[in-house]
């Protein structure tokens, strides 16, 4: 059975030493053998403490936070807010709960019904973009950053992101996620909890370039007479119970949430499945052939999803390998105990989806690609899948995300070759998400058979007119 890329686990201290020379930010270097065994335990050594939970029971705790003492951890807020300030995905308490409530009536306009013309429209212009790539090799990182980019700005803002923007987009959250200070060791292991450390001026320039073009988008939304019927627009006229609107730097705070969330996530499990798939041709065409059989050879239909079923294990066995949040790190606001172990103030309390999804206690063969293991359901433990996380701060494009990978899965694989140029080199890293340590270069062609239908949006670009064959 096909097992893909991963790195090797060693002992703790052989993980830290190996982390420590490599210097590359790779949290998943980290994880010693033992993670994957044990269901709570200390890793490793470090001044704040940190402990691992993997027991269902304890992890639930941990993210329902029923008892107000687990926020999410200073490191993560800390390294987030330049980006995205002090928005839904890091406030806690009162403050979340009021965005919450203020945000939920526009979450409500990402349903999948009404976002599934703007996922057809975003498959349309891939297809175009591959059909006038030739021989080209291109990166296949960027050309999914690019696909989900534009469909996820169509849904928020009623429009596609153009080509100059797409490229800043993705080289900033590139550089974002390569230096920005959570992923430095140092912190982890010898800083106190609620340390603060400056940003590099890489980071925040990142993230004002990101802000600038969010910015840009929003304003379309905040010029007098303008008139939308999108999540953007619904997020201008949110009030919270005392009236007050988002500033426009909250605004930008919170849109960025969502096309973060709607966009980087979805760009980073879709270069897995693409990768996958591309070195997997019994599965291509086993998926072709379901594809066929549900849709024929006929446009796919927001009635044919659910009847995808590989297609979507496809989905849901590429989250569990290489789940795009890879850690989610809390942080003990007082003392307490999580099973039989005492977590002092200020520990880390990291519930890892990484190594729940690959827990050797809770799956069979946990490090091989099986899609059809989610057919045998009564074998997959509650609390043990997490790719949009649990309790009252699970994602809520997780419908959304499902509909959108299935739709471009099914669509792009019924009319397309990949070829990975140099598999064996690819390897995954976790910083901010999970993605391959280097751009995954890759070739197309059409698939024998593949119809020729006619694919909106001008040829040679992707997601609003970027190309893709940047590296």
């Known amino acids: 059975m096909y097992s893909p890329p ?4 060693y002992a703790a201290l052989i993980s830290l030493i190996r982390l420590a020379m490599q210097g590359d930010g790779d949290l998943l270097s980290l994880l010693p053998a033992a993670a994957f065994r044990q269901r709570i335990g200390w890793l490793g050594w470090s001044r704040r403490s940190i402990l691992i939970v993997n027991e269902p029971a304890q992890v639930r705790r941990v993210l329902a936070d029923p008892e107000g003492i687990f926020p999410k951890s200073d490191l993560m807020v800390e390294a987030l807010q330049p980006l995205i300030g002090d928005s839904i995905f890091v406030s806690s308490g009162a403050t979340w709960a009021r965005q919450r409530a203020m945000i939920d009536p526009s979450l409500t306009m990402m349903r999948v019904s009404r976002a599934f013309p703007d996922m057809v429209a975003g498959a349309e212009a891939a297809e175009a973009t591959l059909d006038a790539a030739g021989d080209a090799p291109f990166s296949l990182d960027l050309a999914m950053s690019h696909l989900t980019a534009d469909i996820i700005c169509r849904t928020v803002f009623s429009t596609s992101l153009a080509t100059q923007a797409a490229h800043d987009v993705f ?4 550089e974002f996620e390569r230096s920005v200070a959570q992923v430095e060791i140092r912190r982890l292991i010898f800083d106190p909890a609620w340390k603060s450390a400056p940003q590099k001026a890489s ?7 990101i802000r600038r073009h969010l910015g840009d988008l929003l304003d379309t939304h905040l010029a007098a007479g303008a008139a939308f019927d999108d999540i953007a627009a619904a997020v201008v006229a949110a009030r919270g119970d005392d009236g007050q609107a988002f500033t426009r730097e909250e605004l930008i705070d919170q849109l960025g949430v969502l096309f973060l969330a709607g966009h980087e996530t979805s760009a980073s499990v879709l270069t897995w499945v693409f990768f996958i798939l591309a070195t997997q041709p019994a599965m291509v065409a086993r998926l072709r052939a379901e594809v066929s059989a549900v849709a024929g050879d006929g446009e796919i239909g927001f009635e044919h999803i659910r009847a995808l079923t590989f297609t979507r294990n496809v989905f849901r066995e590429t989250l569990r390998l290489y789940p795009p949040i890879t850690f989610l790190p809390r942080v003990a606001l007082e003392a307490t105990t999580i099973g039989t172990h005492k977590v002092k103030r200020g520990a880390m309390v990291m519930v890892a989806p990484w190594v729940l999804h690959r827990h050797q206690a809770f799956w069979r063969n946990p490090h091989a690609f099986d899609p059809d293991r989610f057919e045998r359901e009564s074998e997959i433990m509650p609390g043990t899948y997490i790719p949009f996380g649990l309790g009252p701060r699970v994602c809520a494009g997780a419908a959304f995300a499902t509909t959108e990978a299935v739709l471009l899965i099914a669509r792009l694989f019924r009319r397309y070759d990949f070829s990975v140029i140099e598999p064996q080199k690819v390897r995954p890293a976790a910083r901010m998400t999970t993605r391959p340590t280097r751009q995954v ?8 058979g593949a119809r020729a239908t006619l694919a909106g949006g ?7 007119g970027a190309p893709v064959t940047r590296a």
């Open 6 to 9: 991963r790195p090797t686990s």
């Open 458 to 464: 001008a040829p040679g670009t992707l997601a609003g």
């Open 441 to 448: 270069m890759c070739t197309v062609s059409r698939a024998a």
């Open 171 to 174: 080289d900033a959250f590139s």
């Open 203 to 209: 980071v925040l320039d990142a993230c004002a370039t």
